[in-house]
Nanobody, 115 residues
Framework: QMELVESGGGLVQPGGSLTLSCAAS????????MAWYRQTPGKQRELAAR???????TYADSVKGRFIISRDNRNDMVYLQMNGLKPEDTAVYYC?????????WGSGTLVTVSA
């Protein structure tokens, strides 16, 4: 079992930066692939960034070069540093933990990019 709690969302102006945090509690955090997804009303949840348990990183094309995902296996944390934010980045951002036999979600944190 894994519990995920996101924080760090808020209102930011276009071009600004924000860092999201996800605190995980449960066993074997280091075995999980961790990811950030985002969702806007009326659209499907989409992957923003993923970091595998062995460290391989994947970004959606829409965030590549602007977002940085990282993990801290000692403190069971995963982060999403978001730079050069655009209005189209406005969404609820969800933390996800996945491994064989388990897939867990946080409740989300809202990021609003607006002038």
């Amino acid at each position: 079992q894994m519990e995920l709690v996101e924080s760090g969302g808020g209102l930011v102006q276009p071009g600004g930066s924000l860092t999201l945090s996800c605190a995980a509690s449960g066993s074997d955090f280091r075995l999980y692939h961790m990811a950030w997804y985002r969702q806007t009303p009326g659209k499907q949840r989409e992957l923003a960034a993923r970091i595998a348990n062995y460290g391989s990183i994947t970004y959606a094309d829409s965030v590549k070069g602007r977002f940085i995902i990282s993990r801290d296996n000692r403190n069971d944390m995963v982060y999403l540093q978001m730079n050069g934010l655009k209005p189209e980045d406005t969404a609820v951002y969800y933390c996800n933990a996945e491994k064989f036999g388990g897939n867990y979600w946080g409740s989300g944190t809202l990021v609003t990019v607006s002038a």
